[in-house]
């Protein structure tokens, strides 16, 4: 048995880490001064062509890289646009990719601001502010209007992937309720009567695609046969939310949920439970994210345009700041239906055919 032991290192004993080169390195392999390697390095008038090029020959060189923060936090805007973000939603992530070549394309730079089971929104938002960052983007906020209608008396703010009406927020969202009407839809072509929802329990969007499921269980005719169960964002979100779905006298031959995250903990379950998907029950999730598209899993889900919400919310943020953005404050996006293998026939249906 090998007991754990420390070791008191020396500064002599410590392994040798390759310095960083500064100015003052590029300065004296160029023979100019420091001041002369600023302005070549700012891009700014005053040094020759011969200057320019001894100098970001010699930062060649020694691979000397500008830190493009440290000159931003410097300037008097910073050309950064604050994102929030929940490491909880895989969702969040494919928003992430987006927004920062939108940023990019814009000219401008991203912070990120994770809100985790032990950190809210406040303490998220607040780093982003102390980073003198010029604009927010918050994804799927849970924060109440009123705190955020506070937070654009201090810059603009933009809400992705939530309702809200406020006249001076912008919002950047897809159309829930639709993209429930879709899933609805595909499930009454294909046989079903008896389709159930999970819906997400306190998470932005919720409200609306529930709504959208009864919407179209109504257009139907099939609104007495509605059944709502609680969910939540997780996989053990779904996995409660089955359990309680196998347990109904008169089970459901389909269900739609409120994400793909709870939709994987949904099929687990009916997996578990010695259940075929979509023979015995057809499984539609809500987002297209990373583990829908996953081969093993095939989900069957509601897609949102990733790019056209990113797009939206980094140009409704730059022309806030700018002046140039439309008075209208709402950008509804739609959402299309992505049909993998989670959906079919309702097993009468295959019973018939046979």
Do not use: K, W
């Amino acid at each position: 048995m090998i007991r754990g032991y420390c070791v008191d290192v020396t500064e002599a004993e410590r392994p040798n880490r390759p310095r960083r080169p500064t100015l003052a390195d590029v300065a004296a392999r160029a023979g100019v001064s420091v001041a002369l390697v600023s302005i070549v390095m700012r891009g700014v008038p005053g040094a020759s062509a011969d200057s320019r090029r001894r100098v970001m020959e010699a930062a060649d060189e020694l691979g000397y890289r500008p830190d493009s923060r440290a000159r931003l936090l410097r300037s008097s805007n910073s050309r950064l646009i604050g994102v929030t973000f929940g490491v909880q939603h895989p969702f969040h992530g494919d928003l992430l990719t987006g927004l920062y070549t939108a940023a990019e394309e814009a000219g401008y730079e991203l912070a990120l601001s994770a809100v985790t089971p032990g950190r809210d929104e406040g303490r998220a938002v607040a780093s982003l502010l102390q980073d003198r960052c010029e604009a927010l983007i918050l994804l799927g906020p849970h924060s109440p209007t009123s705190y955020l209608a506070e937070l654009t008396t201090r810059l603009p703010v933009v809400v992705v992937a939530r309702a809200v009406r406020h006249r001076a927020l912008d919002v950047v969202r897809t159309a829930d309720a639709l993209g429930m009407h879709q899933a609805v839809d595909h499930l009454v072509a294909l046989g079903h009567s008896r389709i159930a929802h999970i819906d997400g329990g306190r998470a932005p969007g919720t409200a609306e695609r529930r709504r959208g499921y009864r919407e179209a269980l109504d257009r139907h005719g099939l609104a007495d046969t509605a059944v709502v169960l609680p969910g939540g964002l997780t996989e053990d979100d779904g996995a409660t939310a089955a359990r309680a779905l196998l347990a109904l006298r008169q089970r459901p031959t389909a269900v739609t949920v409120f994400n793909d995250r709870c939709a994987t903990g949904v099929l687990d379950v009916l997996h578990g439970a010695g259940l075929s998907v979509p023979r015995d029950m057809s499984v539609i999730g809500f987002d297209d994210d990373r583990l829908a598209r996953l081969s093993h899993i095939a989900l069957t889900t509601v897609a949102q345009d990733t790019e056209q919400l990113t797009a939206q919310a980094v140009a409704r943020a730059v022309g806030r700041l700018d002046g140039t953005t439309a008075a209208e404050r709402e950008v509804v996006i739609p959402p299309h239906l992505v049909v993998r293998a989670t959906t079919g026939a309702p097993m009468q249906a295959f019973a018939e055919t046979i």
